[in-house]
């Protein structure tokens, strides 16, 4: 009965109340606004110089590469125009003595040698017709810039973003350590080693992840309306969304396309509420930022993202495993393990460990629903490090991680409602009726004996939920990208039971957001990116017309020349 009851006040500190999930919300659209009238603001709501998003028509070969860590990625997205795409990829390990480069052009130069490398093997017939080609009067360069692969590059350190392929390195992370490119445009050193290899390759776009989780949903499953966010629940989390550029008056530097009236922004939502005013704040949180890497940032990032849930599940159990009254993993004798042994837990165990626990334990146990909770026990042994772990002992690991990944799942929900409600597009205000009670509200009336309330509340919300279909017209598309809202049961229904208990949203808006896996954003959504910045590069460029009515004369100089040093 001691753990049960530990079990349970640990379950209710984890808890998050739909009145405390509205206020949230409120918190969240003032930070947004807040973010878009100035610089320095909690959350960054960053331009991207991005100003319109694909359609599923859009066709074309371009190129993209990834570095946000330690493995560099090139990639070839064949665009078909028809929602689909055909993709070629490689990736290398970056040496780790590139990693603490003593300048920034030895780690450049070797991103630029395995773009080579990867032309040469996958585009090998571009890549001779290009080294063959002789120059001209009218392309001194030796290519004409129809015949340029367009790279969208997804650099996922701090950047400064100045215009859709200018940003300068604000500091390293993740291990590299290379003080000569700070400051400096990332774009403008990946192109001077490119053009030192000369190869038909132009850095047409700086890119983030979510940015490009954004555009890969939009190409991928176009609607009437547009995909308004692109938002990604993994390791880490963050949100990119389409904004009005009139909302945007804080002052933004570099050229863009305004005829659009939009802009895709980067909200760097990770460090949404730094100052703690509405977001739930348990002795675990607090402990857990105490201890990290950046004490008192990033934390929303700290209460959702799949890298510190594990470590919240760990100082939970902990915390009880040190008060004597509470029996987790610890037997008087075998008669009281259903396992007819005593739990142990290993010298090396990673509840010992900070930040060892494996966030995936959590969706183990919300995956196992048997009467011995066997996948449970088993990851309890291979997560945790305690063996012959009793009933009581899974069930308790059952229900706190159920508790935190709930907590997480809710929050997320929020961030979601509030770009929804901020940017108007489910046209309903502040409706005038409420709607029905979440499923959490009528639990609680239930506990607090209202059933009465209970009951009513439940028949309103069968009835609100049953609704008609959706037209398309009224839809609001949504890309999410990352392993909770893949592969963590139930996080994508919590979610949207977050969006129904907002007044502003209830069970007949929720109905009409659509939630969609979006892979790759890194790759294919760079491409996508690229494309548009091609696209607003051609706009500007009233040279580019005069060099499109003089492609077929220029083949045909070309082909008259080189035929003339053949026979010469």
Known sequence: MALQAATKKVVEEFTLPDDQLQNIVKEFILELNEGLAKNGSTMSQIPTYVTAVPDGTEKGLYMAVDLGGTNFRVCSIQLNGDTTFNLVQSKVAVPPELMRAKTAQELFAFLAKQIELFLKTHHSDQFQRHVRRRPTVSTPEGWRPQEVFRLGFTFSFPINQVGINSGNLMRWTKGFDIPDAVGKDVCDLLQKEIDALNLPVKVAALVNDTVGTLMARSYASPGKTGTLLGAIFGTGTNGAYVEKLSKITKPMEGDFDKTTGDMVVNTEWGSFDNGLKTLPNTRYDIQLDEESINPGIQ?????????????????????????????????????????????????????????????????????????????VRQAIYKNLGVSAASIEDAQAVKQISHAIGLRAARLAGAAIGAIVIHTGRLNTGASSSTGPKSAAAIAQDVKNLKLSEAASATASKLTDTAGFAVNEDEIVDIGVDGSLVEFYPGFMDSMREALRSMPEIGAAGERRIRIGIAHDGSGVGAALIALVAAKIEAANDPDQMEDAKRKLRNLQEDQDKEGAVELA
């Open 299 to 375: 934390m929303f990032e700290k209460r959702i993202s799949g890298m510190f849930l594990g470590e919240l599940l760990r100082l939970a159990l902990v915390s009880m495993g040190k008060d004597p009254t509470i029996p987790l993993f610890r037997d008087d004798n075998s008669s009281q393990n259903d396992y007819h042994s005593t739990a142990s837990i290993e010298e090396n165990s990673p509840l010992h460990i900070k930040n060892a626990v494996d966030s995936s334990i959590l969706s183990f146990s919300e995956a196992d629903e048997s009467d011995g909770l066997r996948a």
